[in-house]
C-alpha cells in the first residue's frame, strides 16, 4: 500500500521559512516523479514544483521561483520542499504527489498517490 505522508507545515510570519517533508512508504520514490501542489480556499490546486524523473530538471511555479527549492533524499524515501522568504499569498494546504515518470518539463496533469496534506499559514 502506497502512502504519502507530509510534514512541517505551521504558520509563519511574512518573510519566514518552512521546510516540508513528504515521506513515502510502499514506493520508491526514486523510480518516480514527483510533485508538490498547493490549494488555497477558493482556489484551483496548482503545481509549485515537480520533476519528472530521478535526474530530472525541477520545475518551479512562477511565484515561487527564487525562494522555493525541491530536493530528495532517496535514503530516505523522502522529498522536501524548502519554502524561504514566505509570503501571505503562499497560504495554503500543500501536497505531494508521485507519477510514472515522465521526460518533459513542468508537473504532470495526472499523479497516481497523494498524501493528506499540510497546511501552511502565513502571516502578514
Known amino acids: 500500500q502506497v502512502q504519502l505522508v507530509e510534514s512541517g507545515g505551521g504558520l509563519v510570519r511574512s518573510g519566514g521559512s518552512l521546510r516540508l517533508s513528504c515521506a513515502a512508504s510502499g514506493i520508491t520514490l526514486s523510480y518516480y516523479a514527483i510533485g508538490w501542489f498547493r490549494q488555497a480556499p477558493g482556489k484551483e490546486r496548482e503545481g509549485v514544483s515537480c520533476?519528472?524523473?530521478?535526474?530530472?530538471?525541477?520545475y518551479y511555479e512562477d511565484s515561487v521561483k527564487g525562494r522555493f527549492t525541491i530536493s530528495k533524499d532517496y535514503t530516505k524515501n523522502t522529498v522536501y520542499l524548502q519554502m524561504n522568504s514566505l509570503k501571505p499569498e503562499d497560504t495554503a494546504v500543500y501536497y505531494c504527489?508521485?507519477?510514472?515518470?515522465?521526460?518533459?518539463?513542468?508537473?504532470?496533469?495526472?499523479?497516481?498517490?497523494w498524501g493528506q496534506g499540510t497546511q501552511v499559514t502565513v502571516s502578514s
Open positions: 520533476i519528472g524523473s530521478k535526474d530530472g530538471v525541477p
Open positions: 504527489a508521485t507519477a510514472l515518470p515522465y521526460s518533459g518539463y513542468g508537473c504532470q496533469t495526472h499523479y497516481d498517490n
